[in-house]
């Protein structure tokens, strides 16, 4: 069995480190697994919510959606979003059109496979994080970008993703893109998947439809958090 674990919100809350509490019971539990992680953050921020030794004991990480596919400390495949042109002119001017007031910087990141952008900009802090979160509650600022983005541009998934950003990228980007590397570089076995956004809008819903659609011997686990995780990884087994 290959044991696969989404990050935020199942390991760890967003931008934290796993519990010393659920390591320990991660690193008894896994001893004997083949154990994966998929997240929809870049492997440098991974790095911040697992620790090095789980980290580095596992088979294979995917970061970026599946987007990238690290064995060993070697990249295996990265994904790349190449823009058409005069898409970052758009997204700039739309940028500066906004009526909200604060600017950050980062309004445009390049994560290689995929874009994230955003108005506040992704060098914002907790606190401008949250005040650009209510003022998109109130006025569906992102829905509204992505509605005057998306007609002009047919060829590219836009995804409201987090709190005050737009991920962009091609479609079949997601999680689902998991499953077929599975069976390309790793092995047939069966896979449990552990994560908390499992229904349909969710990112990680496409990988569970796969695996669903793919054979009755994966197993799909939702959670509801970094706890509920481990109380099933302590049910799942003797270990702890
Ligand atoms: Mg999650």
């Known amino acids: 069995m290959l044991y696969v674990f989404d990050v935020d919100k199942t390991l760890?809350?967003?931008d934290c480190m796993m519990t010393?509490?659920?390591?320990d019971v991660f690193r008894k539990?896994?001893?004997?697994?083949?154990?994966?992680?998929c997240s929809g953050s870049d492997l440098t921020k991974m790095k911040q919510q697992i620790p090095a030794d789980i980290l580095q004991n596992a088979t294979a990480i995917f970061p970026v959606m599946g987007g990238e596919l690290w064995i060993d400390n070697e990249l295996k495949y990265q994904r790349t979003f190449t823009p058409p042109e005069?898409?970052?002119q758009d997204i700039e001017k739309l940028f500066n059109e906004s009526p909200y007031p604060e600017r950050t910087g980062e309004h445009i990141q390049d994560r290689g496979s995929m874009w994230c952008i955003s108005v506040v900009g992704k060098a914002a802090n907790q606190q401008q994080r949250y005040a650009y979160t209510a003022y998109d509650d109130k006025v569906n600022e992102r829905v509204t970008i992505v509605e005057k983005l998306a007609p002009k541009y047919p060829d590219i998934l836009f995804t409201i993703g987090g709190q005050i950003s737009i991920d962009v990228s091609t479609p079949g980007n997601d999680k689902g893109q998991v499953l077929a590397a599975f069976r390309?570089?790793?092995?047939d076995e069966p896979v449990t998947f552990l994560g908390d956004r499992m229904t349909k809008g969710g990112n990680d819903y496409p990988l569970a439809e796969k695996l669903k659609q793919e054979s009755n011997k994966n197993q799909v686990v939702p959670v509801t958090g970094p706890e509920d995780t481990m109380a099933?990884?302590?049910a799942m087994s003797d270990c702890c």
């Open 12 to 14: 760890a809350e967003s």
């Open 20 to 23: 010393n509490e659920f390591a």
């Open 29 to 37: 539990w896994s001893k004997d697994k083949k154990y994966f992680f």
């Open 86 to 88: 005069g898409f970052r």
């Open 184 to 187: 390309k570089y790793i092995s």
């Open 232 to 234: 099933k990884l302590i």
